[in-house]
């Protein structure tokens, strides 16, 4: 047996389901080795695309997946999808082959460090040099993907290596670390400022999916009344139709969200990463009395100082808080912030006006999806529509990249997502700038029959930069650009392609991309300046 098959053999035992990349001349051992797998390889159309495929796969399962691709700029495409696994805490191994180690020290044909591009965008990097320690080496780095927190890990193999006979082809059995139990004194602290608290609320963060505490999350603020707000990355920690849910903190001016974390006297972050949201956004005068409970210490940060940090399991921080404190008076703000949502949502759905409002045909959208559907929305101006408004009841459900928060991930992600959960209903909901920038996928999904539904806002502008240059009083500058027939686009790829071209026409055209057995691209034109009344009605 050699190098090759037994990386594959080790990928196998560790219940790897998918290899997403690309072939290349430098990785045909470990290409040859899948075919006699249960593995299956996903061939991808660009090697950015393959990454988010499997980036998006595996937040969704939290489960180990792959990917692979070649020597120098197969490698160096993989470079974005791995950042952003890296930042939005993705357990993904990404192999890339390498020329052979003679060719390693000097100036030769497509080599370069590929360890050294990959060192600060993923939790480890490294180089297979020999065959020896290959079992190691390969379990070391699922073992670093997969612990908590989560991310992505790179190993580089040569292809000399990967032909070389395995001189240990055992298979070693390994512990992942567990959350520990947190630590009684905290929690103890942690009850003495709550018990004293008029007006707490929570925070719900990424890491309430990634650890499974949702149930837990919504016994506690059922049992003491303490609303709860989430970020993007959050969404569905507590189901949105819960009377203790008030809403997403996506616009930092009076957004309901935002005014009840401002008007509160301790915020308690469960969950919470730094890189979902700056605190500065939603704690500007540093002045907020923090409890921090997650698997993980707090990151150090002049508007995140901590009254008390809890680290451990999540669950078992809430249960024991839970039995410790008395439940608190449902103040009326609570109310009024709930009504000021409704009141938002009310507005968008009046509004007929064509070009669309994106909150009109986000609502449409969900009305007609089941909450164990699948929404990817791509990074632009939609993605703070989308964040706010889109209501989800479980999480994981509604996938936002705002780790890395990278364009062009939602439609590989959605074949990512479709391969994770074949029963669901995909969903992908783009910009038009986002969405070109890996089109090709398109391709892909038609290729593997996946019935993916495309929805592309389009304006004919990098809308969020726009938006951003109005908020600085500034002219808009750069951001126009001309856009293909995206129903012949559609059409070209083996897809169906229909476009929006009335009010009336978005939720006959939602009802037949839903219904439809096939990739379906939607055109939906969308009014740009329902941005600027958006910051004019939330800034009153």
């Known amino acids: 047996m050699n190098v090759a098959k037994h990386i594959i053999r080790i990928l196998e035992a560790n219940q790897v389901k998918y290899v997403f990349g690309l072939p290349g001349e430098e990785i045909i051992p470990i290409m040859d080795a899948i075919q006699d797998s249960d593995i299956t390889f996903v061939t991808a159309r660009h090697e950015q695309g393959a990454g988010f495929m499997a980036d998006v796969y595996s937040r969704i399962t939290k489960e180990l997946t792959v990917c692979l691709a070649t020597l120098g700029p197969g490698a160096t495409n993989f470079a974005t999808p791995a950042a952003d696994?890296?930042?939005?805490?993705?357990?993904?191994?990404?192999?890339?082959?390498?020329?052979?180690?003679?060719?390693?020290?000097?100036?030769?044909?497509?080599?370069?460090?590929?360890?050294?591009?990959?060192?600060?965008?993923?939790?480890?990097?490294?180089?297979?040099?020999?065959?020896?320690?290959?079992?190691?080496?390969?379990?070391?780095?699922?073992?670093?993907?997969?612990?908590?927190?989560?991310?992505?890990?790179?190993?580089?193999?040569?292809?000399?290596?990967?032909?070389?006979?395995?001189?240990?082809?055992?298979?070693?059995?390994?512990?992942?670390?567990?959350?520990?139990?947190?630590?009684?004194?905290?929690?103890?602290?942690?009850?003495?400022i709550l018990s004293k608290a008029k007006r707490p609320v929570v925070i719900a963060g990424n890491g309430i999916f990634r650890e499974e505490a949702h149930h837990a999350l919504k016994q506690f603020c059922e049992a003491l009344n303490i609303p709860v707000v989430e970020t993007y990355m959050g969404k569905g920690s507590l189901p949105n139709s819960h009377p203790m849910f008030v809403g997403a903190l996506g616009l930092p001016w009076k957004d309901p969200a935002y005014t009840l974390v401002a008007e509160s006297d301790v915020v308690i972050t469960i969950g919470y990463?730094?890189?979902?949201?700056?605190p500065k956004a939603w704690n500007p005068n540093s002045d907020k009395s923090i409890i921090h409970i997650g698997s993980r210490p707090a990151e150090v940060d002049q508007h995140y100082v901590l009254e008390v940090g809890i680290q451990g399991q999540i669950d078992k921080s809430l249960s024991w808080l839970q039995k410790n404190l008395t439940a608190y008076d449902v103040h009326d703000s609570i109310r009024l912030y709930k009504d000021k949502a409704r009141e938002d949502i009310a507005l968008a759905l009046s509004e007929k006006r064509f070009p669309l409002s994106p909150a009109f045909v986000i609502h449409q959208l969900a009305d007609l999806l089941t909450p164990k559907d699948i929404v990817i929305s791509d990074v632009g101006a939609h993605k703070i529509w989308m964040g706010r408004l889109f209501p989800c009841e479980v999480p994981g459900r509604c996938i936002i990249s705002n780790g890395l928060a990278t364009m062009g991930i939602a439609l590989p992600g959605a074949i990512g997502a479709a391969l994770a959960d074949p029963e669901a209903r995909v969903v992908s909901v783009n910009g038009d700038g986002g969405f070109l920038m890996n089109v090709q996928e398109l391709e892909t999904a038609t290729r593997l029959n996946l019935p993916i539904i495309h929805i592309v806002f389009n304006d004919s502008l990098y809308g969020l930069i726009k938006w951003k240059q109005y908020l600085e009083n500034l002219p808009p500058s750069q951001v126009d650009f001309t856009n293909p027939d995206f129903v012949k686009l559609a059409e070209s790829f083996g897809a169906k392609g229909l476009r929006i071209k009335s009010f009336e026409d978005v939720r006959p055209v939602l009802v037949e991309a839903l219904s439809a057995q096939t990739q379906v691209i939607i055109d939906c034109p969308v009014d740009f300046e329902e941005n600027i009344r958006l910051v004019q009605r939330t800034k009153k």
Not at 273 to 278: I, N, P, Q, R, S
Request: proline share 6%.
């Open 273 to 278: 990463d730094l890189v979902e949201l700056e």
């Open 85 to 192: 696994a890296f930042l939005d805490f993705a357990p993904v191994l990404f192999l890339t082959g390498q020329a052979e180690r003679t060719r390693l020290y000097k100036n030769s044909h497509q080599v370069i460090d590929t360890k050294a591009v990959f060192d600060p965008i993923t939790k480890w990097s490294g180089s297979v040099i020999t065959s020896d320690n290959i079992t190691e080496v390969i379990q070391n780095c699922i073992k670093i993907a997969k612990t908590h927190p989560m991310g992505a890990v790179h190993l580089v193999i040569p292809e000399d290596v990967q032909k070389l006979p395995c001189s240990d082809c055992k298979i070693l059995k390994v512990q992942f670390p567990q959350s520990t139990y947190p630590n009684e004194e905290q929690l103890k602290r942690a009850q003495t």
